[in-house]
């Protein structure tokens, strides 16, 4: 088991579509195999509100303008809220603290400070290791691999490795 400071606090951070929910699910696998609990917090970052799939009466609740509502069953919760402005992402982390994670994962917030790997998919992408603060690391699909490791000046890991993974661990 990994010993962790709680809750360590880590950002994945690109452009739309470029695989960063597929990276944090692989990276939430890999965590729960050595024992360490995580959370997420996404970013939803395509405008507007989150969309409200199927209708449940929890999300009818929501709906109808309840400022939250939460449903719990065998122990799982599902959680719609609305915040009066728009939540801090301190508060959301804080929330998410409830459910004593070793690791929050971050999806997004790329102007937000903590420490964050970026991922590069097309060379337009670099310009994000020159603009954006506590960057620790990016991972790269492999046609842009070089290019990015000649850009950076963190470390630069392979999309499809343990690598990234196994820095991780180490940081954590």
């Known amino acids: 088991m990994v010993l962790v400071k709680k809750p360590f606090i880590f950002q994945v951070v690109g452009y739309q579509n470029r695989g960063k929910t597929t990276f944090i699910t692989n990276i939430i696998e890999k965590l729960r195999a050595v024992k360490v609990e995580t959370a997420v ?16 009466d929890s999300q009818k609740h929501f709906q109808a303008g309840a400022a939250a509502s939460l449903v719990e069953g065998d122990g ?3 959680l719609l809220g ?7 992402i301190t508060e959301l982390i804080q ?10 994962l971050v999806e997004g917030y790329k102007q937000e400070d903590f420490p964050k790997v970026i991922l590069i998919k097309e060379e337009s992408d670099l310009l994000l290791l020159e603009r954006l603060t506590n960057v620790k690391a990016a991972v790269a699909w492999s046609e842009c691999l070089e290019r990015t490791r000649n850009h950076a000046l963190v470390p630069v890991f392979p999309l ?11 940081q954590i």
């Open 41 to 56: 917090l996404k970013h939803h970052g395509h405008g507007g509100k989150p969309d409200i799939i199927g209708m449940k």
């Open 76 to 78: 799982t919760i599902e």
């Open 160 to 170: 499809n490795s343990d690598q990234f993974f196994s820095w991780l661990l180490e």
């Open 82 to 88: 609305n915040f009066k402005t728009g939540a801090p």
């Open 95 to 104: 929330l998410l603290g409830l459910f004593s994670p070793d690791v929050i």
